[in-house]
C-alpha cells in the first residue's frame, strides 16, 4: 500500500510503498477512505510526542473507512463495516476504562503515534468492539473522520469539561479545525463566543460559525478588549493552539471564577499566571479527546442539523500532496486527505 513515511524527527516524509498491515488479536484492519491532517500530525513529527519510538513512522490518527480485516476475537464487527474511531483507542479493561474514562486509559494506543496511522491505505485499531463507531446513515466518510479528533475534543471541551450554558461568554484562541470546531459547539450550546487568531480568512469562517465577535490576534490589548466586551471578562476561555503565551492570555482573559480548557498541546509547557488562577478562584482544565461510547449525543446534534462538522472541510487532497500540507503548516478549515484520489502535483 502507498504511505506517507518518515524516518526520523523531522527528516522529510515521502510517499512510498510498504507492506500492508494484518489484523491483531481484537483488532482490525481498515481501509482508510477519509484522513485529516491535525496540528498533531506535526507535533508528533518534530518528535514532540514520545509515543513515536520506531521508525521509518506512518503519521495519521483521525480518519474513517471499511473495515477491510477482523482478527480473532473481535464480537462485534465484521469486513465491510463502515466505522470511525476516536485517536485514543482505549484498552477497554484497565480502571479508567471501568470508569467510563477510555480517553486517559493508561494503557491506551494512537494511530499515527503508537503505531503507524492513517496517512496510508489501511490501518490497524486495537480493542476494535471498545474502540469503532459505526457510521450514522448518510454520513460520509470526509465527516466522519472529522469526528476522530479536533470536532470530538472540542466538543468535550465545551460540553463535558467547560460544561458551557447559554449566554456565557466564551474565548477560543486559535481558529484552526479544533478552534472552529469549539466555536461552532459552543455557539450550537448558545454561548457568545469571541474567536481569537492571527488569521482574517480563520475568523471570517469563526463568523460563519456563529462567533458573536472576532479579534485579530496582535492588534492591540487583546485581555483589555475581551474584558470590555464580556463586561468583566470571559466564562469561559480556551487554547485550541497550544502556545505558552496564549494559555496565559486566555487565563488572564476570564472573569472571577472562570474556567480555562487546554486543548493545544504544549509540548515545552508554559509559565502560568497562577496569582491570577488563585485569586480569581480560576479552574484550569485539560481535554484530551472522547470516548467512543460518548459518540451518541454529538451524532444526535449532528442529525439533526445543530452541529455541521463538514462545513469545516475546505479542502481535501492526495497522499501526495499531504507531504508538503504535513510540513508547511495549515490551511484556515479543516484539510481531508483522501488515500485513493489521483494526485495533481
Known amino acids: ?3 506517507v513515511v518518515y524516518d526520523g524527527f523531522g ?4 510517499v512510498r510503498d510498504v507492506v500492508e498491515p494484518g489484523p491483531p488479536p481484537g483488532g482490525v484492519v481498515i481501509r482508510v477512505e477519509a484522513t485529516g491532517l491535525c496540528r498533531s500530525d506535526w507535533h508528533g513529527w518534530q518528535g514532540h510526542d514520545a509515543d513515536i519510538q520506531k521508525f521509518p513512522h506512518v503519521p495519521g490518527h483521525e480518519f474513517s473507512g471499511v473495515v477491510a480485516e477482523v482478527g480473532a476475537g473481535v464480537r462485534h464487527w465484521a469486513a465491510g463495516d463502515r466505522v470511525m474511531a476516536p485517536f485514543v483507542c482505549a484498552c477497554g479493561s484497565c480502571s479508567d476504562c471501568a470508569r467510563g474514562d477510555q480517553q486517559v486509559c493508561a494503557y491506551q494506543t494512537q494511530p499515527g503515534f503508537t503505531h503507524w496511522g492513517s496517512f496510508a491505505g489501511y490501518v490497524v485499531i486495537n480493542h476494535a468492539d471498545v474502540n469503532l463507531i459505526r457510521l450514522p446513515e448518510g454520513m460520509s466518510f470526509a465527516t466522519a473522520a472529522s469526528l476522530g479528533c479536533r470536532f470530538a475534543t472540542a466538543f468535550r471541551a465545551v460540553t ?4 458551557v450554558r447559554p449566554g456565557e461568554w466564551v474565548a477560543v484562541y486559535g481558529c484552526g479545525g479544533v478552534g472552529l470546531s469549539a466555536v461552532m459547539i459552543a455557539a450550537a450550546a448558545g454561548a457568545q463566543v469571541i474567536a481569537i487568531d492571527t488569521s482574517p480568512d480563520a ?4 463568523r460563519r460559525f456563529g462567533a458573536a465577535e472576532s479579534l485579530l490576534a496582535g492588534d492591540g490589548d487583546l485581555t483589555g478588549q475581551i474584558v470590555e466586551l464580556t463586561a468583566g471578562g470571559a466564562h469561559v476561555s480556551m487554547d485550541a493552539l497550544g502556545d505558552p503565551g496564549i494559555c496565559a492570555q486566555s487565563i488572564q482573559s476570564l472573569r472571577r471564577r472562570g474556567r480555562h480548557v487546554q486543548i493545544g498541546l504544549l509540548p515545552r509547557g508554559a509559565e502560568l499566571p497562577m496569582g491570577r488562577v488563585i485569586a480569581y478562584e480560576l479552574d484550569l482544565l485539560g481535554s484530551h479527546g472522547m470516548p467512543a461510547h460518548a459518540y451518541p449525543p454529538m451524532l444526535e446534534l449532528i442529525a439533526a442539523g ?14 501526495d500532496e499531504a507531504v508538503p500540507a504535513l510540513v508547511g503548516g495549515s490551511t484556515p478549515g479543516v484539510t481531508m486527505i483522501d488515500p485513493w484520489r489521483h494526485s495533481d502535483m
Open 160 to 163: 463535558a469539561r467547560a460544561s
Open 306 to 319: 445543530r452541529l455541521t462538522p463538514e462545513a469545516l472541510i475546505t479542502r481535501t487532497i492526495s497522499l
Open 11 to 14: 527528516v522529510s516524509p515521502e
Open 1 to 3: 500500500m502507498r504511505a
Open 203 to 206: 475568523l471570517a469562517l469563526a
